[in-house]
T-cell receptor, first 109, second 115 residues
């Protein structure tokens, strides 16, 4: 499975957009990019996923570069409740979901 | 009830005890998973069940014994645990169709403390 690299921590001001980067330079053609988040001591929550096109849902937007070697998760208007650990996962079609260390996002008032 | 439910939410057990963690999913999924999350560590995939058959065991010690009696229920039987087994144990489920394995839905976890 392709490895991902994320910054260990980031801060964001409440009401501003949070942009969380992820590098996955060894991603292969059949691997999807998934994003989950985990609020303290709860189970991870699905946010969004994509293959090569940009995706948007009610929670976030996912921007994948044309070469697919990196992606950015965008929370358009961060709130205090968005404080969590965000995981970027590269997963082959039909493969298991394997988590790395993620990025700890702190939204500050 | 909806989603993935795990019981108990908290468990304290001695090293000589035997206990079981329970997971139940109400999503009609056909695959279930156990993960372990130790303090300040990433989630580790322990066991994978697809269509009620175990398809993966990631070198987990035999003191952890999973059971999947049907597609809605998953158990993790614990015996002779060590203090380092204290962790948050998370259950997840997903739908598998052919080569497609859709996103996972997680439960809230069982916080296990071994004393």
């Amino acid at each position: 499975d392709a490895k991902t690299t994320q910054p260990p921590s980031m801060d964001c001001a409440e009401g501003r957009a949070a942009n969380l980067p992820c590098n996955h330079s060894t991603i292969s053609g059949n691997e999807y990019v998934y994003w989950y988040r985990q609020i303290h001591s709860q189970g991870p929550q699905y946010i969004i996923h994509g293959l090569k096109n940009n995706e948007t849902n009610e929670m976030a937007s996912l921007i994948i570069t044309e070469d697919r070697k990196s992606s950015t998760l965008i929370l358009p208007h961060a709130t205090l409740r968005d404080t969590a650990v965000y995981y970027c996962i590269v997963r082959p079609r039909g493969g298991d979901m394997r988590f790395g260390a993620g990025t700890r996002l702190t939204v500050k008032p | 009830e909806t989603g993935v439910t795990q019981t108990p939410r908290h468990l304290v057990m001695g090293m000589t005890n035997k206990k079981s963690l329970k997971c139940e999913q109400h999503l009609g999924h056909n695959a279930m998973y156990w993960y372990k999350q130790s303090a300040k560590k990433p989630l580790e995939l322990m066991f994978v069940y697809s269509l009620e058959e175990r398809v993966e065991n990631n070198s987990v010690p035999s003191r952890f014994s999973p059971e999947c009696p049907n597609s809605s229920h998953l158990f993790l039987h614990l015996h002779t645990l060590q203090p380092e087994d204290s962790a948050l144990y998370l259950c997840a489920s997903s739908q598998v169709r052919g080569q497609q394995n859709y996103g996972y839905t997680f439960g809230s976890g069982t916080r296990l403390t071994v004393v």
